[in-house]
């Protein structure tokens, strides 16, 4: 739950002892999130060329989904 609250997913108070989470954001939001922080992540890696395979990738799926 820490890693959610510190990528901004969740909110936290504390309660006694113990933190009580809640949803930061709406769906959109939470899913902007976590691609930037998976292709974040994928750059820190492989650099550029992780941003052309994803973007091609992204390409493929509209093709695919756009033929009926």
Not at 11 to 22: A, C, D, I, L, M
Not at 51 to 64: C, H, L, S, Y
Request: charged residues 35%; positive net charge.
């Amino acid at each position: 739950m820490t890693r959610l609250w510190k990528k901004g997913l969740l909110s936290r108070e504390k309660v006694g002892k113990r933190f009580k989470y809640t949803a930061q954001s709406d769906k959109q939001h939470a899913i902007q999130s976590l691609i930037h922080s998976a292709l974040g992540s994928l750059v820190d890696r492989y650099g550029d060329e992780a941003i052309t395979a994803f973007i091609d990738e992204v390409k493929e799926f509209k093709e695919d989904t756009e033929q009926p």
